[in-house]
Every structure is written in structure tokens, then in C-alpha cells.
């Protein structure tokens, strides 16, 4: 196992800087996922700590080791990719094998490697199958046994679960995170999935054009996000923003959105005629009771119903924005239908506009 640093790691292609000062500390024996939209960097980024992309500046730490100049073989990493990367013409057994032959290892040495990676990864049954005989997750589990195998210090996951369909990407996740429950070793994955970062991360790492936007557990990310893109980011549904000005009246604060009307602050959340962006997620959005006493903070009409089965998203529009309410009731309304929303001051998020910055 080993810890990774990361000190000012930036990439660049000629003239084009892709990855900006990288700052990062891995624990030994941590899962950590870097997650992020397509061309962020965070393949690259991962590409350069396996030894695969050139470091143009900065420096990688692995285990206590520069590792800037080590070719990918001596740095002690197994890394599992996207597509699969398995040899058609050989055996499962065989792909798993096919490191340590090609390091010259006795057999009698990997032997007992492979049987047991085969035994955790439920593999023993079609050691040998070739590769077309299997599934795309037992194809996967293939590629996984490969890394194992060779008792890296660090794995790397680069969106190995793209080529999945959903159901597997599921079962897949359980079986990455339990893999390294029992192995302990330490972890770095790369997807564009938020769900994937959410469920399997000790930290999350949120990448936006080269750069990192924040560093958390993952409920630290969802509850309170550093920034509108890491709002915006993370969460299924994505959190509901209505932008405006600040304004004091009677009633206290209020933000004063596009479409003219008023949803109400907090006591002190922003300062009169400041231009924030509010946020608040789907399922924190409470749907106000028919009683005609109960107040609410603002009213949506219904354009689009989604039932899900376990919960059901009401779509509509605040502040010329989309919204989503998402709730466990099952409403007798249509679209077309108003309803009155509550937004609790405690699952509020306002953000600068201009800057993006989290104000509160």
C-alpha cells in the first residue's frame, strides 16, 4: 500500500496548459474518486501518476518515492481501464497470468495469486472461458483479477464502468468497494459519474478545466458544495437555482427573482442588493398543505410528472428557471396544477452570481 502527494502537478500540450497545480494528499489505503465532466482532466491527471502521460511540472510522491521519472513498470501501480483490454485468443486464467509470465515469475509463485483472486472475484468457474464467452462485468472482473494479481501498492480505476450497462454498473460498484474493504489498499477512480463518486468514495475530488473545485467526503460535497459548479454537479436530481437580488421589506429578506416574485431569506443570509444565486435540492423542497393557513415560500405550476415508483418529481418553473420537486408522495394532481412549495431556511444554499462562491 502507499500513500500518493501530489505538489503542483500541472500538463500541458505545446502551448495549452490542461491540468493547473494540482494539490493533493492521498491516505494509504484511501478510495479516492476524481470526478468531474468529460475533458476536466481527471483522465489525464490519472494517466500521469500510472507513468502513462509525461508530468510537465509539479511533483508525484508514491509511497514515500519521487515518482516524476519512474517508468510505469517500477512504479508499482496496476491500473484498469475503460474497454477491457484482454487478449481474445487466451483463457481467463491466462490474461490473469499474463503479468506475472511476463515478468518471469515461477508458476508456483502466481499460481495461488490467481486462484485466489479468481475466488474473490467469482471467477473460478470460467478460468477456462475466453473472453467472448463472457459478460461485459465478468469481462471486467477479468480485467480486475489482472491488477490484483500483481499486489500493486495503488489501483487505478480509469471509468471502468462506462462500458457497463446499468444494472451492472451497480453490481460492479459493490463489488470495487468490497474488493477494497478486503484488500485495504489504496485507490484512485476516475468517472464523470456523480453517483459512482457518491456511493464509492472516501473523498471526493470535484475537477472542473484543470482544476480542482473541492476536496470532501461525500456528504460533506451534497450538503454543503464550495461552489455553484459543485452544486450544480452533484446530486440526482440537480439542485433547483433561481437567481436575483437581495431585497429588504416587511416581512424580512426576500430574493427578488426574474419572473418578479419573492422567495424569502433567512434572517442575515445576504446584504439588501446583493445579486445572489439561491439553491436547494429536489427532495429537500417540502410541497405545502392544502390548508389555506399554512404560508408557503413559493408556487409552481406543474409542467411534467415523472413517477418513479418510489418517489415522483414535479416539474415546473421559478425564476424562468426549471425546478424539480421531488417527493415520496404520490399527489393526485396533473400538469397544469399549482402547487405551493415550502424551502426550510436549514437546506438553503446561497451562491455569489458573479463569483459562484458559496455566500452561507
Request: aromatic share 6%.
Amino acid at each position: 500500500m502507499a500513500a500518493v502527494q501530489l505538489n503542483g502537478i500541472y500538463k500541458r500540450y505545446g502551448e495549452t496548459q490542461v491540468v493547473h497545480g494540482i494539490d493533493l494528499d492521498i491516505d494509504d489505503g484511501e478510495f479516492v474518486v476524481l470526478v468531474g465532466p468529460s475533458g476536466c482532466g481527471k483522465s489525464t491527471l490519472m494517466r500521469m501518476i500510472a507513468g502513462l502521460e509525461e508530468i510537465t511540472g509539479g511533483e508525484l510522491m508514491i509511497g514515500g518515492t519521487r515518482a516524476n521519472t519512474l517508468a510505469p513498470q517500477q512504479r508499482n501501480v496496476s491500473m484498469v481501464f475503460q474497454s477491457y483490454a484482454l487478449y481474445p485468443h487466451l483463457s481467463v486464467y491466462d490474461n490473469i497470468a499474463f503479468g506475472p509470465r511476463i515478468r518471469k515469475e515461477p508458476t508456483e509463485r502466481f499460481k495461488p495469486r490467481i486462484e485466489a483472486a479468481a475466488k474473490m472475484l467469482n471467477l473460478s468457474g470460467y478460468l477456462d472461458r475466453l473472453p467472448r464467452a463472457l459478460s461485459g462485468g465478468q469481462r471486467q472482473r477479468v480485467a480486475m483479477g489482472r491488477a490484483v494479481v500483481r499486489e500493486p501498492a495503488l489501483f487505478l480505476f480509469d471509468e471502468p464502468l462506462s462500458n457497463l450497462d446499468a444494472k451492472l454498473r451497480v453490481q460492479m460498484r459493490t463489488e470495487i468497494k468490497a474488493l477494497h474493504q478486503r484488500l485495504k489498499n489504496t485507490v484512485i477512480y476516475v468517472t464523470h459519474d456523480q453517483i459512482e463518486a457518491m456511493t464509492m468514495a472516501d473523498r471526493i475530488v470535484v475537477m472542473n478545466a484543470g482544476r480542482i473545485e473541492q476536496i470532501g467526503r461525500p456528504l460533506e460535497l451534497y450538503d454543503r458544495p464550495a461552489n455553484l459548479f459543485v452544486a450544480s454537479f452533484l446530486g440526482s436530481p440537480a439542485m433547483n437555482f433561481a437567481a436575483g437580488e437581495v431585497v429588504a421589506g416587511d416581512a424580512g429578506l426576500a430574493l427578488l427573482v426574474e419572473d418578479g416574485r419573492r422567495i424569502a431569506l433567512p434572517s442575515g443570509a445576504a446584504a439588501p442588493g446583493a445579486r445572489v444565486t439561491l439553491g436547494i435540492r429536489p427532495e429537500h423542497i417540502e410541497l405545502a398543505s392544502e390548508d389555506a393557513s399554512q404560508a408557503g415560500d413559493a408556487s409552481m405550476e406543474i409542467e411534467v410528472i415523472e413517477p418513479t415508483g418510489a418517489e415522483t418529481h414535479l416539474y415546473g418553473k421559478i425564476g424562468g428557471s426549471t425546478w424539480c420537486v421531488t417527493t415520496r408522495q404520490r399527489p393526485a394532481i396533473g400538469p397544469g396544477a399549482r402547487v405551493t412549495l415550502k424551502l426550510p431556511a436549514a437546506h438553503l444554499h446561497l451562491f455569489d452570481t458573479q463569483s459562484g462562491t458559496r455566500c452561507t
